[in-house]
């Protein structure tokens, strides 16, 4: 077999050559060369029928004859993939991959013949780059050459003061990128037909700017969050930005933020003079965007505020793009809350659903596939232009390749007219990523980790890893976790089953992402524990009396609890202390070192806990005659 390009093809042609030799020799077993005349017989042949056009422009329209269309052909002599762009021929060289079917001499494909087109012209992913972990620029590629096999098109580069501009040493100089990694970036993600659009914070979330003495001045509040609207210097400042990204980033398109902007209330009454939270955005909307139009870019913002105050919509700046973001499909399943105002006075619009694992200790992938249906669902009905998938990393810790799963899902389900099939969402993307038989443990990992969530989260609340840190023994949060202590134990038999498939298939090379699926499945394991064994220690000590002989106090509750051999609490130092040296080696395999100490502090928090409380039970236990207990609470809570 061999891969046929025609006489003058260019670079992209020959990259997505490259892409199916590769693909088809690693089923094969055996190299498949690129030619430009052959005689080799079968022969797939890549032809390009219109100009390069490799990357997604503003105001495109997809359908059969869109600049992103695709047509396959196989029969038994060979096959053909014809595309009018550089971007149709790559995907329809995505799609052929997808369906090689078998292993070494077996392999085939099947006859079949297919003319595809995306249902929205715009498909992108935003990963945050400045609320949490910073990534590697090489973990960035890493995203990017998978968000391309799903034939996504945009990558929202989410930036609040983390890449490195002229002038500005002292912002974020321990975490940013570098002016040459954004260019490599851009270039990388150019060569698999995805655009990196620069997705900024100019009003607020710029906290990192006003921290600094230097910039404090620019805030509405003293080392604050939002500009001051007000002060001449805030836009000398975003006029210098606004030239260097423009300048740094080729896109034709910007998003500038503007979302959640707090403070705008206070610092309109502050003020004075009947000025208003409106005219403070719209003001400031106005000016930044004019910075950017007058540079030829065509401007985006965050949908929140717009439509929280009803005055901003009508006022928005002549064709810019509205990016309504919410992550919840109820009570609103049809988001008419964000979508309607938009709507009613036809901005155009690009909707925002997200992945749901920055609150959790594992994504909640029964969430983010309800939050991206329904609310691509509505965005067809409102005619949106696209969807922006949205990755944030909020509490600080998440481990983003375990969200790879609800990546892909949201790229599948932007290019396809109707629902993704969420049954068979998991084997199917197992198949893909994991072509042999590691697919059907990483499918069964993955509705094994997603139940366990689900099962803590009724114990714990949606946020898993926020709470997983927080003292088992408070009243409020001992009393759940009683009442849902099935959901406990589920949860850790769950994720126990998960663990053992995930070993599985890390057994075999090429385990990108699965190491960390596997540190989730554990993290869960400790949680269950961890609040299990609260339950289990408070219903111990009541089960004490008020007065115990002090052999029973030993006997049932201090040896099972704080004792050296087995007991509780030296199991979840045992977990604890193993899984720290896993997380801190998953973490440095996708980000830098920035905030990694920050994060340990709490695992190291943790064990000083459970081994100050050993003690303490013991010296009590050492000490106890008869008599009174006193509360467990006056036990358990050590500083």
Known sequence: ???????????????????????????????????????????????????????????????????????????????????????????????????????????????????????????????????????TAPEVERQIDFLSRWKANQYYFYNETNIELDGYPLVSQDARFTKDQIRHIVAYARERHIDVVPCMELYGHLHDLFRLEKYSALADFSHGGEFDARNPEVMKLLSDWAEQFSQLFPSPFVHIGFDETWEIQKAAERQGGGITATQLFVGQLNNVSRLFTQRGKRVMAWGDIMVKYPGIVPQLPAGLIAVPWWYEPDPDPEYKRWLGPLVKEHVPHIVAPGVHGFVEIVPDYELTFRNIDTFLAAGRKSKALGMMNTLWTDDGQVLMRMMWPGVAYGAVAAWQPTEVDRARFFSEYSEQVYPDERSKNVASGLEEITQAELHLQKALGQETMTVMWRNPFTPAILQ????????????????????????????????????????????????????????????????????????????????????????????????????????????????????????????????????????????????????????????????
């Open 1 to 135: 077999m061999s891969i046929r390009l025609p006489e003058g093809a260019v670079d992209q042609d020959w990259f997505s050559a490259r892409r199916l030799s590769g693909c088809l020799a690693q089923r094969l077993g055996t190299p498949v060369p690129i030619v430009q005349s052959s005689t080799h017989v079968p022969v797939v042949s890549l032809q390009r029928t219109g100009a390069v056009d490799a990357l997604p422009t503003p105001d495109e329209v997809p359908g059969p004859n869109s600049r992103e269309a695709y047509s396959i052909r196989i029969t038994p002599d060979g096959g053909e993939v014809q595309g009018h762009s550089s971007a149709a021929v790559f995907y329809g060289v995505q799609t052929l991959c997808q369906m090689v079917e078998g292993k070494g001499a077996g392999t085939t494909l099947p006859e079949v013949e297919i003319h595809d087109w995306p249902a929205m012209a715009y498909r992108g992913t935003m990963v945050d780059m400045s609320e949490g972990p910073l990534p």
């Open 480 to 639: 759940r976790c009683e009442e849902h202590r099935d959901d406990l134990r589920q949860a850790r038999l769950l994720a126990e089953q998960a663990q053992v498939d995930f070993g599985r298939a890390l057994a075999a090379p090429d385990a990108t992402g699965l190491a960390s699926l596997l540190l989730g499945s554990r993290l869960i394991d400790y949680a269950g524990m961890k609040f299990l064994y609260a339950v289990e220690i408070a219903g111990g000590w009541r089960a004490l009396g008020t007065s115990p002989s002090p052999n029973r106090l030993r006997e049932e509750f201090i040896e099972r609890v704080a004792s050296q051999q087995h007991g509780r609490l030296v199991d979840l130092m045992d977990l604890l202390t193993e899984l720290r040296p896993q997380y801190q080696q998953a973490w440095m395999s996708e980000y830098t070192p920035y905030r990694l100490g920050e994060t340990l502090l709490r695992w190291d928090a943790e064990a000083q806990y459970w081994l100050r409380l050993q003690s303490r039970l013991e010296v009590y236990g050492e000490g106890y005659k008869q008599g009174p207990l006193p509360q467990l609470e006056t036990l358990v809570n050590v500083e």
